[in-house]
C-alpha cells in the first residue's frame, strides 16, 4: 500500500520562499510519476506541478509557472516543490501524489487510486 508523507509548510510572508518535500513507501520510488496538488478552503483541489518517473517532462498551472520549481531525488526517495515569490493565493494546504496516471507540459491527471496522505500547510501573509 502506497503511502505519502509531505513535509516542509508553515507561515511565510509575501515574496518568501518554502521548500516541500515528500516521501512515498510501499512502492519503488523510480519509474512512477509524482506530482503537487493544493486546496485552498472553500475550492476544489488542483493540479500545480507535476513531474515524469524520468524527470524528463514536467508540467506547472499557469498560476504557478515561473515561481514554483517541482524536482525529485530518487537516490533520497524524495519529492520536492520550491517555492519562491510566494503570494497570498498560495495559501493552501499541499499534498503529494504518488500515482500520477499522465504528465504533459499541458497538464496532469492525478491515478484514480492515488492515496492522499495529510498534506503540509502553506500560509502566506500580505
Known amino acids: 500500500q502506497v503511502q505519502v508523507e509531505e513535509s516542509g509548510g508553515g507561515l511565510v510572508q509575501a515574496g518568501g520562499s518554502l521548500r516541500l518535500s515528500c516521501t512515498a513507501s510501499?512502492?519503488?520510488?523510480?519509474?512512477?510519476?509524482m506530482g503537487w496538488f493544493r486546496q485552498a478552503p472553500g475550492k476544489e483541489r488542483e493540479g500545480i506541478s507535476c513531474?515524469?518517473?524520468?524527470?524528463?517532462?514536467?508540467y506547472y498551472a499557469d498560476s504557478v509557472k515561473g515561481r514554483f520549481t517541482i524536482s525529485r531525488d530518487n537516490a533520497k526517495r524524495t519529492l520536492y516543490l520550491q517555492m519562491n515569490s510566494l503570494k497570498p493565493e498560495d495559501t493552501a494546504m499541499y499534498y503529494c501524489a504518488a500515482i500520477v496516471a499522465s504528465v504533459s507540459g499541458s497538464r496532469c491527471v492525478v491515478g484514480r487510486k492515488n492515496p492522499w496522505g495529510q498534506g503540509t500547510q502553506v500560509t502566506v501573509s500580505s
Open positions: 513531474i515524469s518517473a524520468s524527470g524528463g517532462t514536467t
Open positions: 510501499g512502492r519503488p520510488f523510480e519509474g512512477y510519476s
